[in-house]
């Protein structure tokens, strides 16, 4: 039977695509106008989404009844669009006499038809190395699609903080911050938990169990990411075969797959990054032609829209991962700069398109109110991006002093240093992470060369200031793990699109370029070395993946009029189909042994229960979680004490005691957050941290220490 949450999964995907209607650019000669219209309804969706809970936060009204309400609502206004939308389609008709109205709309219907026969012609006459891609890709999807429903959530960090948070939101009917031991759970970007707190508050009956459409939400991302980023291949000037080809090199890069079936957060901020960037591009690639004829391009302003669309994506990457900002920034400094430009350049409208010899000097007048324009414009990105963000670090700054959250948080995962030798070590340990591969003498030669290097420059290859915690570099990242998993094939194909974007075509691929090598600096300069680190810069691999598109359709088109000219397309088609045949395993074998979820093997998704599922990172821990719960569900407790360090599991707490039981933390690393008396509880869990679970205990209660796993109840409760 389907519940409340998948439920809500059908609904929105019913309202997705009549948004992205009412949404829609008028101007026919957009690029790519029906893949801009579902990514400016996801924003919409996304940002609305954030502002309920926000706003219901603030009434300590965070319950299923307000997040119903608001769909709803949401749902009469989006049905109130469409229909606007269809009136404004139909009128321009309407005031026709009714044979022209006939003729109207018969010319509509048969243009519709002339595009579906061309749609179905281009999909007849591909060649059969084409719809090979298009198979791998569709199995791919098929296949996550199906770890994405049929997994439960296991991986670390959502054990950790990532879903007890929104249990403990939903406990509270806010998203106030609250005492907690583990700080991720409070200072770090909510965005994505904001999304998934929809799905808990409507699925059927309450409870953590009802977590069955959760995985949904990155799935669901990766389309996102996939959709925008073929687009921005279409923007750099890349045909059907570019698209396809970027299409496949998302589709096929292990990390992304992993992801796409789990709860963590990096394809979410992925999804949004891309989509302020395809947004940015519009400014770029929207071609000039105006109702009185053909105009100069710069003749012909941005619509306003744009600002709208990039404040929500702006606002929705700050909320969800910061670390998407380091992309955000270039490109939209481009945006401006490129406005502004162009601002200079106005003419007269009288004189655009119709005497091109009287346009040669800009109107002053013109060129003033544009350039205020795009300040006024600029300035509401910014303001609607703090407008989403907002919230949340208005509530960082009340907690911690600091909107960016505590030091630990701080200290932890940003680079303390300036020295320009820590930072090329740096950016050197993260590339050989991203591009790790399973051929030791590869992969162990490389991490010798860079800690020979960084004792030639006089520095400690893992020193503190530019390595997280006590990782130590090198780490194994080439199995397909979703916390280490390397793109080595992705990797290369994005590092060589972009080196050949930076010496051949437009300049807008670049600016392009270069957006992405000062978002990869930034991130040298700002985020410590860690072994995960392949999850931190999958916004950089989709945003890199049309280069990799592009490379690879300017590499097989054109006739070859020489012998040297075949010999090197030949060379070319053969480097492309190795890697073809290369990423295409790596897809599969992932989606068949990748880790925590898989389709074949032991650890199969088909072969295990949920709660093994759940456990699949840590077998040993389920036993002592079940007698654990078991003995404290036993004595119907209404309030139960969690103990724990910073990296327990608390979610499978919330899993397993019964449905209505209040779940409290012990301990508080959260100033002026006072965690309860472990006296007022009915009963104390604790996960890792026994010493302390056994001193907080009060003396005259039965502990039981299981290993791993601990509790404590009353006397005489047991």
């Known amino acids: 039977m389907l519940n409340g949450a998948v439920l809500l999964v059908l609904w929105l995907l019913a309202l997705l695509p009549a948004l992205a209607y009412a949404v829609r650019p008028r101007d026919g000669a957009v690029l790519a106008p029906a893949r801009l219209a579902v990514l400016r309804a996801a924003l919409i969706l996304g940002a609305f989404a954030v502002a309920v809970v926000e706003a219901a936060s603030a009434f300590t009204a965070l319950t299923a009844t307000t997040v119903l309400i608001a769909w709803i609502a949401a749902s009469a206004a989006i049905v109130a669009a469409v229909l606007v939308r269809a009136v404004r ?51 791919l999807a098929v296949a996550v699609a199906v770890l994405a429903i049929g997994s439960s959530p296991n991986n670390f960090d959502s054990q950790t903080y990532h879903l007890p948070r929104i ?40 409870g953590a169990p009802y977590d069955s459409a959760y995985n949904l939400l990155q799935y669901f991302a990766g389309a996102g990411a996939i959709l925008a980023a073929s687009r921005i291949a279409a923007q750099l000037g890349g045909g059907p075969v570019a ?11 292990p990390e992304i797959l992993l992801q796409a079936s789990s709860t963590q957060v990096d394809l979410v901020a992925a999804a949004w990054v891309a989509c302020l960037a395809t947004v940015v591009l519009d400014e770029f690639t929207r071609p000039g032609e105006a109702a009185g004829g053909a105009r100069p391009l710069l003749c012909t302003p941005a619509p306003h829209t744009d600002a709208l669309y990039l404040g929500l994506a702006l606002g929705l990457i700050a909320v969800t991962k910061t670390t998407g900002l380091l992309a955000a920034a270039p490109l939209l400094l481009i945006w401006g700069v490129g406005r502004l430009v162009r601002d200079g350049r106005r003419r007269r ?15 002053a007048s013109r060129v003033a109110t544009a350039r205020l324009a795009t300040v006024a414009a600029s300035l509401a990105v910014v303001a609607l991006g703090l407008l989403i963000v907002g919230p949340f670090l208005l509530r960082m700054h009340e907690a911690f002093g600091h909107p960016l959250g505590p030091p630990v948080l701080r200290e932890s995962i ?19 992470t991203g591009l790790d591969v399973p051929l030791p003498f590869l992969s162990e030669g490389a991490a010798a060369a860079i800690g020979g290097l960084a004792a030639l420059l006089g520095v400690d290859v893992n020193d503190p200031r530019v390595t997280f915690g006590t990782s130590a570099f090198p780490v194994a990242a080439w199995y397909p793990d979703e916390d280490r998993a390397a793109y080595p094939l992705t990797g290369l194909a994005v590092l ?10 437009p300049p807008l691929r670049r600016w392009y370029a270069a957006a992405l090598a000062v978002a990869f600096v930034g991130f040298v300069c700002t985020v410590s070395w860690q072994p995960w680190v392949n999850r931190l810069v999958v916004f950089l691999i989709v945003l890199g993946a049309p280069a990799a598109g592009l490379l690879a359709a300017g590499l097989v088109k054109g006739i070859a009029s020489s012998v040297a ?12 189909a190795s890697f073809a045949v290369l990423a295409s395993l790596a897809g599969l074998l992932t989606v068949a042994y990748g880790y925590p979820r898989r389709l074949a093997g032991a650890w199969s998704v088909f072969s295990l229960t949920d709660l093994e599922e759940r456990f699949v990172r840590r077998q040993k821990w389920l036993p002592q979680y079940e007698q654990a719960a078991a003995a404290v569900a036993a004595t119907d407790p209404g309030t139960v004490g969690i103990v724990q360090g910073n990296d327990s599991w608390e979610y499978p707490w919330w899993v397993l005691l019964p449905d209505g039981t209040r779940l409290v933390a012990l301990h508080s690393v959260v100033p002026g957050r006072d965690a309860p008396d472990p006296a007022s509880v009915d009963a104390i869990v604790c996960a890792e941290d026994i010493d302390q679970c056994r001193e907080l205990a009060p003396a005259d209660w039965d502990f039981h220490d299981l290993g791993t796993v601990a509790y404590a109840l009353p006397p005489g409760a047991a």
């Open 89 to 139: 389609d139909v009128a321009p008709a309407a005031g026709q006499p009714l044979d022209a109205l006939r003729e109207e709309l018969r010319s509509r219907r048969g243009a519709t038809r002339r595009t579906w026969r061309r749609t179905r012609s281009a999909a007849a006459a591909a060649p059969a190395w084409q719809w090979g891609l298009g198979c791998v890709v569709a199995i």
């Open 167 to 206: 249990e403990h939101w939903v406990q509270n009917a806010t998203v106030a911050v609250y005492p907690t031991e583990i700080h991720r759970q409070v200072d770090l970007g909510p965005g994505s938990e904001y999304l998934l707190t929809h799905l808990r508050l409507l699925s059927a009956g309450g």
């Open 243 to 253: 698209q396809l080809a970027t299409v496949f090199v998302i589709a096929t890069t």
């Open 349 to 363: 409208p009288c004189l655009c398109g119709r005497r091109p010899g009287r346009c040669s000097r800009p109107d």
């Open 414 to 432: 940003g680079v303390h240093t300036a020295d320009p030798r820590l930072l090329l070590v740096n950016a050197l340990r993260i590339a050989h």
């Open 496 to 505: 060589a699109g972009l080196a050949w974007f930076a010496v051949k075509g």
């Open 565 to 576: 000219d075949r010999r090197r397309r030949r060379a070319a088609c053969a480097l492309i």
